[in-house]
């Protein structure tokens, strides 16, 4: 199994050298679990795209969600399926392969609904992230 960097960065037992907490047993929740915290967590650096070591560094973990005032709607949720692409090829090696798409909430116009469906040990993962445009902000549908 790989890890996370998040649960490398874990440890249940800091005075021992080895790990033994079973990780394995619950990997797949694991793995819901910590993309769920990617995809809710925002990068704290935005505009630092001429700097790739630093922009796809920790130091950015999560999706931006900062636009300019005045961008179109439907551009802003091309490049918000883009980030979110970016942000599982970053931060989430043990998914090689991944869709996401977007479709527009018919109950609600102001939200758009993104996704994410990927296989992890035979199991299917579906992640499903609404985004609104009134107030800017992503939230994990479940």
């Known amino acids: 199994m790989i890890t996370s960097l998040l649960v490398r ?13 079973p990780w394995d047993l619950q990997s ?3 793995l ?3 993309l769920k915290m990617m995809l809710t967590s925002r990068v704290r650096m935005p505009d630092i795209d001429n700097m790739p070591e630093i922009n796809a560094s ?3 973990y999560g999706i931006n969600e900062t636009f300019v005032s005045d961008e179109e709607t439907m551009n802003r949720y091309i490049v ?4 979110v692409t970016r942000a ?10 991944f869709s996401v798409s977007r479709a527009a909430d018919e ?5 758009m609904v993104f996704t994410i469906t990927a296989h992890y040990e035979d199991a299917p993962i579906i ?16």
């Open 58 to 60: 920790i130091l950015n």
């Open 107 to 111: 109950n609600e116009p102001e939200l």
């Open 28 to 30: 797949c929740e694991l």
């Open 9 to 21: 960065l874990s440890d249940n037992e800091p005075h021992q050298e080895e790990d033994d907490y």
């Open 88 to 97: 599982m090829q970053r931060f989430e090696p043990r998914i090689a392969h």
């Open 127 to 142: 992640v499903v992230l609404k985004w609104n445009n009134m107030t800017g902000q992503f939230y994990i549908h479940e």
């Open 32 to 34: 819901v679990n910590e």
């Open 80 to 83: 918000l399926e883009e980030r």
